[in-house]
């Protein structure tokens, strides 16, 4: 006969009985209270595109640098995936379809969302000046 089956058979060594007050907890469920959600809570969403990181990283500091300036709640700067697109070429335009060639062309991308944004906050924002290159998407959520 396996061991497991006749382990199976044999009563716990050490069983605790359960009190009646140590079930009536277990069956009891704890309420807890709901979370109170502020009244109308806005952000703004700044997605920032580039192809050099370099460049997109002083744009995000200059963003946050703006917002701590009029004392903005900042979360971010959030790396994003990097989009990468890539294509193969061939070299010649006719023969010598072995030899080809493979450029690719990268996307770095980075979210800055900045809580309940006053109206001097939008507006600095929107007279930055930053470095060609940079592509910025504004979303009120």
Do not use: C
Not at 68 to 96: C, M
Not at 104 to 110: L, Q, T
């Amino acid at each position: 006969m396996p061991e497991t089956a006749t382990k199976a058979k044999r009563p716990a060594k050490h069983a605790v009985k359960k009190t009646t007050e140590a079930v009536a907890k277990k069956t009891v469920p704890k309420k807890k209270a709901a979370p109170v959600a502020p009244a109308a809570e806005h952000k703004l969403r700044i997605r920032v595109r580039a192809y050099e990181h370099k460049i997109l990283d002083l744009s995000v500091k200059q963003i946050m640098d703006t917002a701590a300036r009029f004392d903005a709640v900042v979360v971010g700067p959030v790396p994003l995936p990097t989009e990468i697109k890539r294509w193969t070429v061939n070299r010649s335009t006719f023969v010598h379809k072995d030899a080809r060639e493979q450029f690719e062309m990268r996307i770095h991308k980075r979210l800055i969302d900045i809580l309940n944004p006053s109206p001097k906050v939008i507006e600095a924002l929107t007279n930055l000046n930053l470095p060609s290159g940079v592509t910025i998407d504004v979303k009120m959520v």
